[in-house]
């Protein structure tokens, strides 16, 4: 379950570097039209999987060193009030009365 979150929360690290590879290309010149752009396109995926990786190495060894366990910590079991809930779901009641109002006139 944590791997799957991480990779949700890192999906936009990864597309940044993959945008960034692809302005570099485009920057020199390169215009994908053919099949005989493929090498070019599979060394950037091999390059981006070997970034991508790397990248993982360094943030688990951070997390290593700040003291992850393999299980995420918990430093208290924080629950919400009844009063923390209805402030909660006050701005999105509002928001449908609004939008119900919108309707109907």
């Not at 299980?71 to 609004?98: C, F, H, K, N």
Request: net charge positive.
């Amino acid at each position: 379950m944590q791997i799957a979150s991480f990779m949700i929360r890192y999906g936009d690290v990864i597309t940044g570097e993959m945008r960034r590879m692809r302005i570099a290309r485009e920057s020199r010149g390169f215009e994908a039209s053919g099949v005989r752009h493929w090498g070019v396109l599979a060394k950037s995926a091999g390059a981006l999987f070997i970034r991508a990786y790397e990248r993982g190495e360094r943030v688990h060894l951070a997390m290593i060193s700040r003291g992850y366990a393999g299980a995420m910590p918990v430093i208290d079991e924080v629950t919400a009030s009844r009063a923390q809930w209805s402030y909660a779901l006050a701005l999105p009641g509002a928001a449908l009365v609004v939008c119900l109002l919108g309707w109907t006139l």
